[in-house]
């Protein structure tokens, strides 16, 4: 898989709001599910947030819930990510990337990242 681009990080205020890009169309399969993933620091474990599988069901990870929403164009060119509610402990970097459609959300174990687009929460 080609590494998604991601983009739309910024310091935000805990509460406040961010809105996240992920530019999918160049992802080799489209026989594939486009998540959104965050490491929290260097050498934390990656963790996924939210993705969106390739029939347009859409996931949420609980710890997320009511407050990220993602979206997508028609053709899953773009992937959106928009995060509510901002607090601390959701800063990091932030991933999106094309899996197998089917593998499951929770493995992280993929070699293909891209730059990842960073947040910070500040209090």
């Known amino acids: 898989q080609v590494p998604l681009v991601e983009s739309g990080g910024d310091l935000v205020q805990a509460g406040g709001s961010l809105q996240l890009s992920c530019a999918a169309s160049?992802?080799?399969?489209?026989?594939?599910?486009i998540g959104w993933y965050r490491q929290p620091a260097p050498g934390k474990r990656r963790e996924w947030v939210a993705?969106?599988?390739?029939?347009?069901?859409?996931m949420i990870a609980d710890s997320v819930k009511g407050r990220f929403t993602i979206s997508t164009d028609n053709a899953m060119n773009t992937v959106y990510l928009r995060m509510d509610s901002l607090k601390i402990e959701d800063a990091g970097v932030y991933y999106c990337?094309?899996?197998?459609?089917?593998?499951?959300?929770?493995?992280?174990?993929?070699?293909?990242w891209g730059q990842g687009t960073q947040v910070t929460v500040s209090s």
């Open positions: 160049g992802r080799t399969s489209k026989n594939s599910d």
């Open positions: 993705g969106v599988m390739r029939d347009g069901e859409i």
């Open positions: 990337l094309a899996k197998p459609s089917g593998a499951p959300w929770s493995f992280v174990g993929y070699e293909r």
